[in-house]
């Protein structure tokens, strides 16, 4: 029979097996758990997986269904484009068959325009377009048909803009910049390279494959030349420009240009064609971005008109980044106020009108957008009537000063309010402010002390002309009398020490300045009060 203890041992043994399988018991299930749900996540992955390639595997059976139909509406197109470009032709020649002076001497943009497209003359099409800049409106609603009149549009562009795009080739040492001339070229050209057909339009562009090759030619010379000169963004925006239209007319662009793409339209976003530009180019995707980082920059503004360009004003709402841009320019334009020297007014008129040209903007992009509702305009047109009229005051009160002021010597000479003798014109002044009388006394000649030849009792001819340069030039003619010094002045004269001179008679008028003062003794002019110098 076994003892107690003995059996209080296997007891406790027992219990100790019954725990160890209990935890190993709680571990198998915890692990069955752990791959439970491993393997339900696998299958929602591939279950997401799956509708995901389903959804695509639709959407590229549409987009081949679309292709397709495409393809076919093409081909079956094809003869009428065929029939419809060869009574073009027979129109161009007609037309060709003109003379040239009667197109010359045809009146009116349209019809010169149309002209020198049916002859092929892309150098005069280029000179005409040049030499009505001043008529961009009429120039813009006419390029596009007259363009339709060439007989290889693609060429004859190209051939237009050769000579200022993608590099200057002329020969003059500072032309005029042309690139404003070759963006509207360029921009009118898209129409013309569409195809007739309604269906198709600008979805077949009408380049053919030798015209493709020279565009593709003329954009890399553009990227080089524009690298040379230390990148596109320090290329003129109007350059910078014309290649992006270049690029997007004839439809040339390259996936691993696209950085160059972003990077052009970010630093010229605020040209108004760039939004469009950039979807254009393929750069739908990036939208978003460009926007963050056109708000970043404090070019609220741009971002708004990209945002709408790209269909994200619901992303990004427009009136927060307006207020925002208002609010962000008026901190920028105080602190150039406070910061700049307002000696010349300069810096406030500067201030003044870039103030005035933000809310312009914001006012113009406000009535594009129709936005009127959520961005009321009273407060925005009263802020800039009260610019408006503090720059018209300012103007008025700079007149008045100009005018009032004294530009120049003095025309006029005011009487004394006792009827005495005229005060001194206003001529010149000198260190001490003297000048000399409108009245002189009797000519009185007083040599300087340390002239060698004063003492001499001989006659000295002197030839200088009297009086000062004070008389603005207008001195009385040279003494050439000889003139003999009274021998008692001469024998009075100590050097070092003041001499006298002959008495001056002044009128009363000026009344004291023959008081014996040594000052006014010495045949020098009296000093007049500071008030004849304003």
Known sequence: MASPAAEGDAVSAGFAELERQQQLLASCTRLYKQLEEHFASLERGLAARSDSLRHKRRAAEARASAAMDSLRRREASIDGS?????????????????????????????????????RMDSAGFFGFVVARRKEVDALRAEMPPALKCC??????????????????????????????????????????????????????????????????????????AAERKGGVEWTKPPDAHAFLQHVATFAVAEREDRGIYRRIVVSFSWRRQMPRLALTLGLEEDMADIIEELIAKGQQLDAVNFAYEAGLQEKFPPVPLLKSYLADS????CTVSDNSSTSSGQSGSNANKKEQSVLRAVIKCIEDRKLEAEFPLEDLQRQLEELEKAKTEKKKATSSASSGGSSGPATKRIRASNGGPMPPAKAGRLTNNACVSSTPAATTFVRSPSHTSYAMASPYPYDRPVGHGLYCNQSPPAIREPYVYPAKEVTNFA???????????????????????????NGMAPAFHQAYYR
């Open 495 to 521: 050097p070092g020490l003041p001499y006298s001179s002959p008495p001056i008679s002044y009128p009363h008028a000026y009344g004291g300045y023959n008081n014996g003062m040594g000052a006014y003794n």
């Open 151 to 224: 007989v290889d549009p693609a060429k004859f562009v190209m051939d237009a803009v050769a000579d200022v795009f993608p590099v200057d080739r002329r020969e003059a040492k500072n032309p005029t910049d042309l690139a404003w001339a070759c963006v509207l070229i360029l921009e009118a050209a898209v129409p013309a390279l569409a195809d007739p057909d309604p269906e198709i339009g600008a979805a077949r562009l009408l380049v053919p494959r030798a015209a493709r090759e020279r565009a593709r030619g003329m954009a890399r010379e553009w990227k080089e």
């Open 82 to 118: 065929v029939s419809r470009a060869l009574d073009h032709l027979d129109d161009l020649a007609s037309a060709s068959s003109v003379p040239s002076d009667a197109a010359a001497a045809a009146e009116g943009v349209a019809e010169s325009l149309r002209a020198m497209c049916a």
């Open 330 to 333: 008026k901190k920028t334009s």
